[in-house]
């Protein structure tokens, strides 16, 4: 759980620097750490989940876990518009980052006190070379497609774009052939996988996967738009703009419960280590 919790510290560092920025380039930085955090934090929490409970106590741990996140997303869409409005301090919209510091602080606290160390002896250690030309290729794939249009689809675009594809395309391959070939020599340590592409042949997890990035995708380009288009075009209060949205949220608080419950009676197929279903 140290890496997650190194995450939550993290991420309260760069909420604290988002809020002291004075420049746009300042913002945009502190904003891309705080994705460096959350990422670190978030499949921490969702591992340790799998580690401290099974069977149905899992289930209904990560039912839990979705009836928060729902309740989260009102409650901070609520707390942003009322603390933007409020200009405590005269910080106006800065004191959406400094919440995080307190909270961070309390998370910390309690992490260390209450949760149990997890960790794999047979996990490997972390590949930072094939993380490095994955986090390369996410950024040559969105970065054109972000910037391209303002820009005008300039020549560069449309290369750096496939240079990504290829790149992370041979970072599959490479992983999967790895994940096929014979262990090293006794007392090297391994490297654990980045992408495990066995996976998908598993149906649950490539419908679960694709279930999910539509979602996200959908949601999250749908709010944003929504926030502009309440604020900028319905002339909405911050708080007004919140309270609004809060009705999204209540559909996930009130349907996670049930989720988990539900995918524990779907029949699934899982895939054997030889490769077979079953």
Wanted: net charge positive; hydrophobic share 55%; proline share 7%.
């Amino acid at each position: 759980m140290a890496g997650g919790l190194a995450g939550v510290a993290l991420f309260g560092m760069a909420s604290l620097c988002a809020g002291l920025s004075g420049t746009t380039d300042e913002l945009i930085a502190a904003r891309v750490i705080q994705g460096v955090g959350a990422a670190a934090m978030a499949p921490q929490v969702l591992a340790t989940f799998r580690v401290m409970f099974s069977g149905r106590e899992r289930g209904r741990a990560f039912a839990v876990y979705g009836a928060m996140a729902g309740l989260a997303s009102a409650i901070g869409l609520v707390l942003g518009g009322v603390l933007t409005d409020a200009n405590l301090f005269g910080w106006s919209w800065r004191a959406v980052f400094f919440v995080n510091v307190p909270v961070g602080l309390g998370a910390l606290a309690a992490g260390v006190r209450l949760i149990p160390e997890t960790r794999d002896p047979v996990s490997g250690r972390p590949d930072l070379p094939a993380a490095a030309v994955l986090a390369g290729s996410l950024v040559a794939i969105v970065y054109p497609l972000l910037e391209g249009r303002d820009l005008g689809w300039p020549a560069w675009t449309w290369p750096v774009m496939a240079t990504g594809v290829v790149a992370m395309a041979g970072l599959a391959v490479r992983e999967a052939l790895g994940q096929r070939a014979p262990g090293g020599p006794s007392g090297e340590t391994r490297l654990a996988p980045l992408l495990r592409p066995r996976l998908f042949r598993i149906p649950a997890f490539s419908a679960g996967l694709a279930l999910l990035v539509a979602w996200a995708a959908g949601m999250q380009g749908f709010f944003l738009t929504f926030a502009l288009w309440l604020q900028a075009g319905e002339h909405f209060s911050p708080l007004r703009a919140g309270l609004t949205a809060l009705a999204f949220s209540a559909g996930s608080f009130a349907g996670a419960p049930a989720a988990m419950p539900l995918a524990l009676l779907l029949p699934r197929t899982a895939v054997r280590p030889d490769g077979s279903q079953g």
